[in-house]
């Protein structure tokens, strides 16, 4: 078994409301080797998201800690997270989130570019092509139909070699022909470059495809599948 690239340790997460402290995330522990695939699955408001955001330092937790490649996010100020997901972190949301002034390639080619990389528009058109998109390295986002957008943002999510790739709903807004085509392209991805999948879905189907499930329901983990 390789080494742990992302575990939490005894993590909650409670918020202030009208009616006074709402814990959203309760006592959750999670150990995920490189290579590994998570579902997070459960209904609106069970903590999916919340958990997703800590998990990707994008929050901090209210008690316990959460590591990434050996790192404490908690102990790091908010640019050193941002270096440490820029290094070992890739995003896939349901919205795309794709620049709409550059097109497929020069979107793929972004984040590799900040990074110093002088050969970003060469791995650029590599992933491109290996999504399937080298005839469409020139079109913009609205150029390109739903699936092929979520493909140029799996693209660019892979660009930096991620260890842990976290997705939000990837085939939310697909029909169903399709997310299962998006779907399909995760876990060969996944499986090709051994990174790390977190992925939140009420997608059933698309969980099961995973390694492991956890299922929250109200912040509590309440169902913890493994093959």
């Known amino acids: 078994m390789t080494s742990s690239i992302l575990a939490a340790r005894n993590l909650s997460k409670v918020v202030s409301s009208a009616e006074g402290e709402l814990t959203i995330l309760h006592d959750l522990n999670l150990n995920l080797d490189k290579g590994d695939s998570l579902a997070i699955v459960g209904s609106s408001g069970s903590g999916k998201s919340t958990l997703l955001g800590l998990l990707a330092g994008l929050d901090l937790p209210s ?10 996010l908690s102990q790091l100020d908010e640019d050193q997270r941002a270096r440490l997901r820029a290094e070992h972190v890739g995003f896939v949301f349901q919205s795309f989130q794709l620049l709409d002034s550059l097109n497929a390639l020069e979107n793929v080619m972004l984040p590799m570019e900040l990074e110093g990389h002088a050969d970003a528009r060469q791995r650029a058109r590599a992933l491109l092509e290996r999504v399937g998109l080298g005839q469409r390295l020139s079109h913009y986002p609205r150029q390109l139909s ?22 939000d709903e990837p085939t939310g807004n697909l029909d169903s022909q399709t997310g299962e085509r998006i779907s399909d392209l995760l876990f060969q ?22 390694h492991r499930l956890i299922r929250l329901e109200a912040g509590h983990l309440i169902d913890h599948v493994e093959p």
Do not use: M, S, Y
Not at 146 to 167: H, K, N, S, T
Not at 195 to 206: C, G, Q
């Open 189 to 210: 991805l996944n499986q090709e470059r051994g990174t790390t999948l977190v992925l939140v879905t009420h997608d059933e189907r698309l969980a099961h495809r995973c």
């Open 146 to 167: 739903g699936g092929e957008q979520q493909r140029v943002a799996i693209a660019r999510a892979f660009a930096a070699d991620p260890d842990v790739l976290f997705a």
């Open 63 to 72: 008690a316990g800690c959460v590591l990434l490649a050996g790192k404490d």
